[in-house]
């Protein structure tokens, strides 16, 4: 399965915006690319100006419908375990991976949404990580520039490569137009203490394929996909 799983060190930090700007940037360049989120939350909640619900900007990049990007939705904004206890309906680990090898089936490449960071509990017995863990694809995380970032970056990375993943980079995001000291020493810290690539992701204004395209195309796709074979 070719493709990148885009995780995050928490929840708003950029995920959603992250795997969008990945996949148009690559459907702009002629990829067959499709998008997942295997779970999604709080569709409960009015969806913020400018900016649409994560599957249904997700599935705009990839020419998908939303149902095909978010297999498993839930109304309240809670956690997916606590979701899936409130309706009555479990969430399996086995049927969370079969949707998404189906998704693989129909693209060059897929790019996978998590939910929030790698610890979140999908069910009882099963996380983001166990998740990511059982694909095989290599991680991108999404994370804040500014303050307190390091400690949550490096606390995913040591939680990722504990348990066998591998990391293709780093993202902050969304990037500022100029950078002070504190978000260049933060990328510069994260990686050299990190041992990772960090690229940056500036701020999309607009749920628009195009502005995802062209901020995608500052990340360094080809080289995380090439470093997946």
């Known amino acids: 399965m070719r493709g990148l799983f885009v995780t995050g060190t928490d929840t708003g930090v950029g995920k959603t915006v992250l795997a969008a700007a990945i996949a148009a940037a690559l459907r702009g360049d002629g990829v067959a690319v ?3 989120k295997p779970i999604m939350t709080g569709l409960d909640e009015p969806a ?3 900016w649409p619900h994560d599957h249904e900007l997700l599935a705009r990049v990839a020419g998908r419908q939303p149902g095909e990007v978010a297999p ?7 956690s997916p375990h606590l979701a899936a206890e409130l309706s009555g ?7 969370i991976e079969e949707s998404v090898r189906e998704a693989a089936t129909c693209a060059e490449v897929l790019v996978v949404e998590g939910v929030g960071g790698l610890l979140v509990p999908l069910s009882d017995d099963y996380d983001v990580r166990a998740l990511a863990r059982a694909l095989g694809m290599p991680l991108v995380i999404a994370a804040r520039p500014g303050l307190g970032t390091i ?5 995913t990375l040591e939680s990722a490569r504990l348990a066998g993943l591998k990391v293709a980079g780093v993202v902050l995001t969304p990037w500022p137009r100029d950078p002070g000291t504190i978000e260049e020493s933060n990328r510069e810290t994260i990686a050299r203490l990190g041992a990772v690539e ?6 999309v204004e607009r749920a628009e394929p195009e502005l ?3 901020a995608g195309r500052s990340l360094p796709i080809a080289r995380w996909l090439d470093g997946a074979r």
């Open 212 to 214: 995802l395209r062209r």
């Open 72 to 78: 498993r939705t839930f109304g309240p904004a809670v």
């Open 89 to 95: 309906t479990p969430v399996s680990s086995e049927s």
């Open 48 to 50: 913020p100006a400018q």
């Open 151 to 155: 400690n949550h970056t490096l606390l």
């Open 198 to 203: 960090v690229a940056s992701l500036a701020r």
């Open 34 to 36: 499709a998008t997942l």
